[in-house]
């Protein structure tokens, strides 16, 4: 399962490029907003530091507007960049012509397994699935996830799976049994993920007992 930072702030992506943990990164206007900095230096600085894919999302709500939008970020690095789209009738139509085009996709805020079944029908690279938004209103957020894995591998969908809205690490492990293909993590989440009391616990006694072998 890939791992994906759910940030714009470059300082967390570095640290977890550097623990080798960042295979990409999701952003959207709220954690742009985060930042404190314009769009296009985020964008810069994310696309510099990150080795993967990064969504970046677009603010039109309708078709022609999230083209313009989507045309523009691919050109900035198209290897890279994934536009992001949300699940809209005006954004499934942007996001097929944008596979006509060879420009990759997110579709963002699903919450039903038909709208990722009618984001892969249009051609979306990934669907993002937000378990958390889910569990906030006492919904079963991960079961979205498997209905979903479920459908696409019925049909050979090539569109890939993003568990987004991650609150903790048990999302992150139940995504990794049902075979997500992505997870998009807080930065918070990725240090838990490192975290058991047991690891501390033993690290502390061995040290403690090394103490008492005897100097040559
Ligand atoms: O990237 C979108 C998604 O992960 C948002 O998460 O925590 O705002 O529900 P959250």
Known sequence: MKFFLDTADVEQLRKAVEMGVCDGATTNPSLVARTGKPFEQVIREVLDVVPGPVSLEVLSLDTEGMVAEARDLHQRNPEKVVVKIPMTPDGIRAVKILAGEGVKTNVTLIFSPAQALIAA????????????????????????????????????????????????????????????????????????????????????????????????
């Open 121 to 216: 029908k249009a051609g979306a690279t990934y669907v993002s699935p937000f378990v958390g938004r889910l569990d906030d209103i006492s919904h079963q957020g991960m079961d979205l996830v498997q209905d979903i894995l479920t459908i696409f591998a019925n049909y050979d969908f090539d569109t890939q799976v993003i568990v987004a809205s991650i609150r903790h690490p048990m999302h992150v492990v139940e995504a990794a049994i049902m075979g997500a293909d992505v997870a998009t993590i807080p930065f918070a989440v990725i240090e838990k993920l490192f975290k058991h009391p047991l690891t501390d616990i033993g690290i502390e006694r061995f040290l403690k007992d090394f103490s008492r072998v005897p100097k040559d």
